[in-house]
């Protein structure tokens, strides 16, 4: 995956907001993490990729398109896939925090 800061501290001097694109090459997954305290608003731009998470023991999985939206409340555990597909993923990515919180899970 790569991600690119677009509006940041760095980039224009935000203080509350941070977004940017990030590409996921076909066939690639992360692993199960949480972003901590920051919300994180996600815009398909291209591609299919999967978020998947756990709801109430059960996996849920989120299949996506161009032009979907999807929210991703603080602390939530989930894995960003594009492992199904064989055509590069980008997504525009809003979060409520300037540092990149990422906390890595053993599962899900």
Do not use: C
Not at 61 to 66: A, D, E, Q, S, Y
């Amino acid at each position: 995956m790569s991600r690119t800061a677009a509006l940041s501290g760095d980039t224009v001097g935000s203080r509350a907001i941070w977004m940017g694109e990030t590409r996921v090459a076909p066939g690639v997954a992360s692993g199960p993490h949480h972003h901590g305290k920051s919300e994180t608003g996600i815009y398909i731009v291209a591609g299919s990729p999967e978020f998947i998470y756990s709801e109430d023991g059960h996996e849920v999985r989120l299949r996506t398109k161009p032009g979907d939206y999807i929210y991703i409340p603080p602390f939530v555990h989930h894995i960003e896939s594009n492992a199904h597909s064989d055509e590069e993923a980008v997504v525009v990515i809003a979060r409520t925090t300037q540092e990149a919180i990422v906390e890595n899970l053993e599962e899900l």
